[in-house]
Protein backbone atom coordinates (compact mmCIF):
# COMPACT_ATOMS: atom_id res chain seq x y z
CA UNK A 1 0.00 0.00 0.00
CA UNK A 2 1.39 2.97 -1.07
CA UNK A 3 1.52 6.42 1.56
CA UNK A 4 0.21 9.09 0.59
CA UNK A 5 1.46 12.69 1.78
CA UNK A 6 -0.10 15.61 3.03
CA UNK A 7 2.80 17.02 1.92
CA UNK A 8 4.05 15.82 -1.39
CA UNK A 9 6.54 18.72 -2.14
CA UNK A 10 7.94 19.53 1.65
CA UNK A 11 11.92 18.24 1.81
CA UNK A 12 14.04 18.19 4.34
CA UNK A 13 14.78 21.99 5.25
CA UNK A 14 17.60 23.91 3.77
CA UNK A 15 18.48 24.71 7.49
CA UNK A 16 19.11 20.99 8.03
CA UNK A 17 20.99 20.40 5.05
CA UNK A 18 23.07 23.42 5.81
CA UNK A 19 23.80 22.57 9.09
CA UNK A 20 24.66 19.08 8.46
CA UNK A 21 27.17 20.08 5.35
CA UNK A 22 28.57 22.57 7.89
CA UNK A 23 29.56 19.26 10.53
CA UNK A 24 30.59 17.29 7.93
CA UNK A 25 32.74 19.75 6.32
CA UNK A 26 34.11 21.08 9.70
CA UNK A 27 32.86 24.75 8.20
CA UNK A 28 32.14 27.91 10.44
CA UNK A 29 28.65 27.46 10.86
CA UNK A 30 26.68 30.70 10.12
CA UNK A 31 23.40 29.17 9.07
CA UNK A 32 21.09 28.42 11.34
CA UNK A 33 19.32 30.95 13.01
CA UNK A 34 20.68 30.78 16.74
CA UNK A 35 23.75 31.83 18.89
CA UNK A 36 26.60 30.16 19.84
CA UNK A 37 26.93 31.80 23.16
CA UNK A 38 25.31 30.69 26.11
CA UNK A 39 21.99 31.55 28.37
CA UNK A 40 22.46 33.50 30.94
CA UNK A 41 23.52 31.82 33.83
CA UNK A 42 20.55 33.62 36.66
CA UNK A 43 17.96 32.28 33.51
CA UNK A 44 19.39 28.76 33.56
CA UNK A 45 19.37 28.69 37.55
CA UNK A 46 15.96 30.07 37.78
CA UNK A 47 14.57 26.85 35.02
CA UNK A 48 16.68 24.24 36.58
CA UNK A 49 15.70 25.79 40.47
CA UNK A 50 11.82 25.49 39.52
CA UNK A 51 12.83 22.00 38.66
CA UNK A 52 14.04 21.07 41.85
CA UNK A 53 11.40 22.27 43.40
CA UNK A 54 9.56 20.00 41.39
CA UNK A 55 7.32 21.94 39.20
CA UNK A 56 8.09 19.44 36.76
CA UNK A 57 4.38 18.04 35.89
CA UNK A 58 1.64 19.21 33.57
CA UNK A 59 1.20 23.36 33.30
CA UNK A 60 -2.20 24.60 32.85
CA UNK A 61 -3.59 24.56 28.65
CA UNK A 62 -3.13 27.68 28.29
CA UNK A 63 0.53 28.04 29.98
CA UNK A 64 0.87 29.23 33.66
CA UNK A 65 -1.34 32.35 34.95
CA UNK A 66 2.25 33.94 36.30
CA UNK A 67 4.01 33.71 33.21
CA UNK A 68 0.63 35.36 31.36
CA UNK A 69 -0.08 37.77 33.66
CA UNK A 70 3.82 38.64 33.46
CA UNK A 71 3.75 38.75 29.89
CA UNK A 72 0.50 40.85 30.37
CA UNK A 73 2.46 43.66 31.90
CA UNK A 74 5.60 43.05 29.48
CA UNK A 75 2.95 44.11 27.03
CA UNK A 76 1.88 47.41 29.11
CA UNK A 77 5.64 48.19 29.61
CA UNK A 78 6.85 47.61 26.31
CA UNK A 79 3.40 48.76 23.47
CA UNK A 80 1.71 50.76 25.97
CA UNK A 81 -1.53 48.87 25.61
CA UNK A 82 -3.24 45.66 27.50
CA UNK A 83 -3.71 42.02 26.65
CA UNK A 84 -5.51 40.39 29.48
CA UNK A 85 -3.58 37.32 30.86
CA UNK A 86 -6.91 34.91 31.18
CA UNK A 87 -8.25 35.37 27.84
CA UNK A 88 -5.71 36.86 25.59
CA UNK A 89 -2.48 35.36 26.30
CA UNK A 90 -1.33 31.77 25.75
CA UNK A 91 2.01 29.74 25.87
CA UNK A 92 2.86 27.58 22.88
CA UNK A 93 6.30 25.79 21.85
CA UNK A 94 7.65 28.73 20.72
CA UNK A 95 6.70 30.90 17.70
CA UNK A 96 6.28 27.54 15.03
CA UNK A 97 3.52 25.94 17.35
CA UNK A 98 2.20 29.63 17.54
CA UNK A 99 1.91 30.44 13.60
CA UNK A 100 0.63 26.82 13.47
CA UNK A 101 -2.27 26.78 16.03
CA UNK A 102 -3.38 30.10 14.57
CA UNK A 103 -3.18 29.37 10.77
CA UNK A 104 -4.86 26.21 11.67
CA UNK A 105 -7.92 28.18 13.42
CA UNK A 106 -7.96 30.54 11.06
CA UNK A 107 -7.59 28.71 7.29
CA UNK A 108 -10.37 26.60 5.98
CA UNK A 109 -10.54 24.74 2.58
CA UNK A 110 -10.49 27.36 -0.38
CA UNK A 111 -9.31 30.47 1.79
CA UNK A 112 -6.21 32.67 0.55
CA UNK A 113 -3.71 33.60 2.37
CA UNK A 114 -1.30 36.36 1.77
CA UNK A 115 2.17 36.15 2.72
CA UNK A 116 5.59 37.80 1.12
CA UNK A 117 8.48 36.12 -0.61
CA UNK A 118 11.03 35.89 1.17
CA UNK A 119 9.00 33.80 3.70
CA UNK A 120 10.20 31.93 6.31
CA UNK A 121 9.59 28.47 5.87
CA UNK A 122 6.65 27.48 7.97
CA UNK A 123 3.79 29.78 6.43
CA UNK A 124 2.92 28.01 3.54
CA UNK A 125 3.03 24.02 4.10
CA UNK A 126 0.80 25.19 7.19
CA UNK A 127 -1.85 27.00 5.01
CA UNK A 128 -1.55 23.94 2.12
CA UNK A 129 -1.98 21.21 5.16
CA UNK A 130 -5.57 23.38 5.81
CA UNK A 131 -6.43 23.34 2.47
CA UNK A 132 -5.62 26.97 1.92
CA UNK A 133 -3.86 28.70 -1.09
CA UNK A 134 -0.88 30.52 0.07
CA UNK A 135 -0.73 33.90 -2.40
CA UNK A 136 2.93 34.77 -2.48
CA UNK A 137 3.49 38.17 -3.52
CA UNK A 138 7.17 39.55 -3.07
CA UNK A 139 8.92 42.30 -1.08
CA UNK A 140 10.24 44.93 -3.08
CA UNK A 141 13.70 45.58 -3.77
CA UNK A 142 15.80 47.34 -2.95
CA UNK A 143 14.56 47.53 0.70
CA UNK A 144 12.29 44.50 0.69
CA UNK A 145 9.53 46.23 1.72
CA UNK A 146 5.33 45.77 0.73
CA UNK A 147 3.49 47.27 -2.19
CA UNK A 148 0.28 47.75 -0.09
CA UNK A 149 -1.55 48.71 -3.40
CA UNK A 150 -0.38 45.07 -5.09
CA UNK A 151 -1.43 43.94 -1.32
CA UNK A 152 -5.30 45.55 -2.58
CA UNK A 153 -5.55 44.21 -5.89
CA UNK A 154 -4.44 40.98 -4.58
CA UNK A 155 -7.61 40.55 -1.90
CA UNK A 156 -10.36 38.55 -3.39
CA UNK A 157 -13.59 37.29 -1.95
CA UNK A 158 -11.49 34.56 -0.55
CA UNK A 159 -8.99 36.23 1.08
CA UNK A 160 -9.46 35.36 4.93
CA UNK A 161 -5.79 36.43 5.94
CA UNK A 162 -2.17 37.85 5.63
CA UNK A 163 1.35 37.44 7.33
CA UNK A 164 3.45 39.72 8.10
CA UNK A 165 6.89 39.15 9.98
CA UNK A 166 8.71 41.77 11.19
CA UNK A 167 11.24 42.89 12.35
CA UNK A 168 11.94 40.38 9.22
CA UNK A 169 13.96 37.11 9.06
CA UNK A 170 16.44 36.66 6.18
CA UNK A 171 15.94 40.11 4.66
CA UNK A 172 16.46 42.55 8.00
CA UNK A 173 13.81 44.30 7.12
CA UNK A 174 11.45 46.33 9.34
CA UNK A 175 7.88 47.75 8.86
CA UNK A 176 7.36 51.33 9.72
CA UNK A 177 4.08 53.09 11.44
CA UNK A 178 2.88 53.85 7.78
CA UNK A 179 3.05 50.26 6.69
CA UNK A 180 1.02 49.33 9.86
CA UNK A 181 -1.18 52.15 8.99
CA UNK A 182 -1.67 50.96 5.20
CA UNK A 183 -2.17 47.42 6.83
CA UNK A 184 -4.89 48.53 9.17
CA UNK A 185 -6.89 50.29 6.19
CA UNK A 186 -7.10 47.26 4.06
CA UNK A 187 -8.61 44.99 7.77
CA UNK A 188 -10.95 47.44 8.42
CA UNK A 189 -11.86 47.69 4.99
CA UNK A 190 -11.91 44.12 3.83
CA UNK A 191 -12.42 42.32 7.27
CA UNK A 192 -9.38 39.94 6.64
CA UNK A 193 -7.59 38.47 9.66
CA UNK A 194 -3.49 39.26 10.39
CA UNK A 195 -0.62 37.13 11.84
CA UNK A 196 1.65 38.99 12.77
CA UNK A 197 5.07 36.96 13.34
CA UNK A 198 7.06 39.53 15.79
CA UNK A 199 9.42 36.67 17.50
CA UNK A 200 12.37 39.08 16.59
CA UNK A 201 10.67 42.12 18.57
CA UNK A 202 13.85 43.06 20.55
CA UNK A 203 15.96 42.90 18.40
CA UNK A 204 15.86 45.75 16.08
CA UNK A 205 18.49 48.57 15.48
CA UNK A 206 19.63 52.29 14.24
CA UNK A 207 16.78 53.54 16.87
CA UNK A 208 13.81 51.95 15.36
CA UNK A 209 10.82 51.73 16.99
CA UNK A 210 9.49 47.84 16.79
CA UNK A 211 5.80 48.29 15.61
CA UNK A 212 3.32 45.75 16.78
CA UNK A 213 -0.18 44.59 15.14
CA UNK A 214 -0.87 45.10 19.45
CA UNK A 215 -0.44 48.47 19.25
CA UNK A 216 -2.95 49.18 16.07
CA UNK A 217 -6.62 48.80 17.71
CA UNK A 218 -8.05 48.18 13.96
CA UNK A 219 -5.38 45.10 13.23
CA UNK A 220 -5.36 43.61 16.52
CA UNK A 221 -9.14 43.27 16.91
CA UNK A 222 -8.50 40.80 13.92
CA UNK A 223 -5.21 39.80 14.87
CA UNK A 224 -2.44 37.27 15.82
CA UNK A 225 0.55 38.86 17.32
CA UNK A 226 3.58 36.12 17.60
CA UNK A 227 6.26 35.76 20.15
CA UNK A 228 9.48 33.70 21.09
CA UNK A 229 11.75 33.56 24.32
CA UNK A 230 14.01 31.49 22.13
CA UNK A 231 14.90 34.52 19.92
CA UNK A 232 14.77 36.80 23.14
CA UNK A 233 16.55 34.94 25.41
CA UNK A 234 19.47 33.13 23.11
CA UNK A 235 17.38 29.66 24.14
CA UNK A 236 15.84 28.39 20.80
CA UNK A 237 16.28 25.09 21.92
CA UNK A 238 13.99 25.97 24.87
CA UNK A 239 11.18 26.14 22.14
CA UNK A 240 8.82 28.32 24.48
CA UNK A 241 6.57 31.45 22.86
CA UNK A 242 3.70 33.12 23.27
CA UNK A 243 0.27 34.11 20.84
CA UNK A 244 -1.80 37.19 21.62
CA UNK A 245 -5.33 37.71 20.22
CA UNK A 246 -8.50 39.23 21.56
CA UNK A 247 -11.08 37.04 23.38
CA UNK A 248 -13.07 35.55 20.52
CA UNK A 249 -9.88 34.26 18.36
CA UNK A 250 -8.17 33.33 21.22
CA UNK A 251 -10.76 30.82 22.28
CA UNK A 252 -10.01 29.28 18.48
CA UNK A 253 -6.30 29.48 19.12
CA UNK A 254 -6.68 27.98 22.41
CA UNK A 255 -8.92 24.93 20.74
CA UNK A 256 -6.03 24.09 18.18
CA UNK A 257 -3.09 24.62 21.08
CA UNK A 258 -4.66 22.06 23.45
CA UNK A 259 -5.10 19.16 20.62
CA UNK A 260 -1.54 19.88 19.41
CA UNK A 261 0.53 19.77 22.21
CA UNK A 262 -2.18 20.83 25.11
CA UNK A 263 0.59 22.69 27.35
CA UNK A 264 3.97 22.99 27.39
CA UNK A 265 7.10 22.66 29.29
CA UNK A 266 6.49 23.91 33.14
CA UNK A 267 10.01 24.77 34.47
CA UNK A 268 10.83 26.95 31.53
CA UNK A 269 7.52 28.46 32.31
CA UNK A 270 8.39 29.33 35.82
CA UNK A 271 12.02 30.31 34.84
CA UNK A 272 11.04 33.09 32.49
CA UNK A 273 7.72 34.08 34.52
CA UNK A 274 10.57 35.52 36.98
CA UNK A 275 12.86 36.58 34.62
CA UNK A 276 10.82 38.61 32.62
CA UNK A 277 10.14 41.05 35.73
CA UNK A 278 13.21 42.71 35.17
CA UNK A 279 13.31 44.57 31.79
CA UNK A 280 16.74 44.95 31.95
CA UNK A 281 17.32 40.84 30.92
CA UNK A 282 15.16 41.91 27.38
CA UNK A 283 15.66 46.13 26.92
CA UNK A 284 19.56 46.09 26.13
CA UNK A 285 19.11 43.53 22.69
CA UNK A 286 18.94 46.12 20.46
CA UNK A 287 22.20 47.52 21.72
CA UNK A 288 24.09 43.83 22.11
CA UNK A 289 23.35 42.57 18.49
CA UNK A 290 24.11 45.95 16.89
CA UNK A 291 27.43 45.65 18.26
CA UNK A 292 27.70 41.85 16.61
CA UNK A 293 26.19 43.45 13.39
CA UNK A 294 28.53 46.50 13.67
CA UNK A 295 31.30 44.16 14.19
CA UNK A 296 30.78 42.09 11.43
CA UNK A 297 30.19 44.44 9.08
CA UNK A 298 33.20 46.04 10.02
CA UNK A 299 35.75 42.98 9.77
CA UNK A 300 34.18 42.21 5.99
CA UNK A 301 34.43 45.82 4.51
CA UNK A 302 37.65 44.87 2.90
CA UNK A 303 36.45 41.71 1.57
CA UNK A 304 34.25 41.31 -2.10
CA UNK A 305 31.03 40.83 0.11
CA UNK A 306 28.48 43.37 0.14
CA UNK A 307 26.14 43.93 3.23
CA UNK A 308 22.76 44.50 2.55
CA UNK A 309 21.45 46.93 5.61
CA UNK A 310 19.68 45.27 8.39
CA UNK A 311 17.94 47.30 10.59
CA UNK A 312 16.27 43.93 12.66
CA UNK A 313 16.58 40.16 13.36
CA UNK A 314 20.07 38.49 14.24
CA UNK A 315 20.32 37.74 10.11
CA UNK A 316 21.90 39.91 7.29
CA UNK A 317 22.09 39.48 3.68
CA UNK A 318 25.43 39.61 1.91
CA UNK A 319 25.78 40.22 -2.27
CA UNK A 320 28.52 37.95 -3.81
CA UNK A 321 27.78 39.25 -7.16
CA UNK A 322 31.09 40.53 -7.62
CA UNK A 323 32.59 37.19 -6.85
CA UNK A 324 30.94 35.03 -9.05
CA UNK A 325 27.86 34.35 -11.00
CA UNK A 326 27.03 30.93 -9.68
CA UNK A 327 23.66 30.74 -8.13
CA UNK A 328 22.84 31.16 -4.58
CA UNK A 329 22.81 27.18 -3.55
CA UNK A 330 26.16 26.78 -5.73
CA UNK A 331 27.73 29.37 -3.96
CA UNK A 332 26.69 28.28 -0.25
CA UNK A 333 27.24 24.45 -1.00
CA UNK A 334 31.00 25.63 -3.01
CA UNK A 335 31.71 27.75 0.31
CA UNK A 336 31.16 24.92 3.02
CA UNK A 337 33.03 22.12 1.05
CA UNK A 338 35.94 24.47 -0.52
CA UNK A 339 36.26 27.34 2.26
CA UNK A 340 34.74 25.65 5.47
CA UNK A 341 31.72 28.50 5.83
CA UNK A 342 27.94 27.30 5.99
CA UNK A 343 25.66 30.29 5.34
CA UNK A 344 22.16 29.94 4.17
CA UNK A 345 21.28 30.81 0.01
CA UNK A 346 18.49 33.54 -0.16
CA UNK A 347 16.31 31.63 -3.00
CA UNK A 348 15.18 28.56 -0.36
CA UNK A 349 12.49 31.51 1.13
CA UNK A 350 11.07 31.99 -2.42
CA UNK A 351 7.99 30.21 -3.34
CA UNK A 352 10.32 29.33 -6.98
CA UNK A 353 13.73 29.34 -5.98
CA UNK A 354 14.29 33.32 -7.38
CA UNK A 355 17.48 34.05 -8.66
CA UNK A 356 18.74 36.06 -6.08
CA UNK A 357 22.67 36.88 -5.62
CA UNK A 358 22.38 37.46 -1.54
CA UNK A 359 23.89 34.74 0.94
CA UNK A 360 22.01 35.03 4.50
CA UNK A 361 24.46 34.84 7.30
CA UNK A 362 23.60 34.96 11.02
CA UNK A 363 25.63 36.95 13.18
CA UNK A 364 24.50 35.57 16.96
CA UNK A 365 27.85 34.26 17.34
CA UNK A 366 30.20 34.86 19.78
CA UNK A 367 33.04 37.40 18.92
CA UNK A 368 35.55 34.39 18.00
CA UNK A 369 33.46 32.83 15.37
CA UNK A 370 32.55 35.96 13.73
CA UNK A 371 36.50 36.58 13.59
CA UNK A 372 37.10 33.39 12.28
CA UNK A 373 34.19 33.54 10.05
CA UNK A 374 35.52 36.89 8.47
CA UNK A 375 38.96 35.93 8.10
CA UNK A 376 37.68 33.10 5.59
CA UNK A 377 35.20 35.40 3.83
CA UNK A 378 37.90 37.83 3.18
CA UNK A 379 39.40 35.57 1.61
CA UNK A 380 37.05 34.82 -0.94
C1 LIG B 1 10.51 34.57 11.19
C2 LIG B 1 10.46 33.45 12.16
N1 LIG B 1 9.28 33.08 12.67
C3 LIG B 1 9.17 32.08 13.56
C4 LIG B 1 10.29 31.39 13.97
C5 LIG B 1 10.13 30.25 14.94
O1 LIG B 1 10.38 30.59 16.23
P1 LIG B 1 10.61 29.44 17.34
O2 LIG B 1 12.03 29.01 17.26
O3 LIG B 1 10.25 30.11 18.62
O4 LIG B 1 9.67 28.33 17.00
C6 LIG B 1 11.55 31.73 13.46
C7 LIG B 1 12.75 30.97 13.85
O5 LIG B 1 13.77 31.03 13.24
C8 LIG B 1 11.63 32.80 12.53
O6 LIG B 1 12.81 33.17 12.02
Not at 160 to 185: F, R
Not at 208 to 219: A, D, M, N, T, V
Not at 340 to 354: D, L, R
Request: contains cysteine.
Amino acid sequence: MSLQSKLPNAATSIFAIMSKMATDYNAVNLSQGFPDFPVAPALVNLVSGAMKNGWNQYAPMPGLPLLRHGISQKIEKTYNTTANADTEITITAGGTQALFAAITALVFEGDEVIMFDPAYDSYDPVIKLNKGIPVHLELKAPFFGIDWEEVEENITTKTKAIIINTPHNPTGAVLSELDLLGLEKLVIKYGIYVISDEVYEHIIFDNKQHESILRYPGIYANGVAIFSFGKTFHATGWKTGYMVAPENITKELRKMHQFNVFATNTPVQYGIAEYIKNEENYLPLPKFYQAKRDKFAKLLSSSRFEAHHCYGTYFQLFSYDKISNKSDVEMAEWMTKEHKIATIPTSVFYKNGKHIKYLRICFAKSEKTLEQAAEILCKI
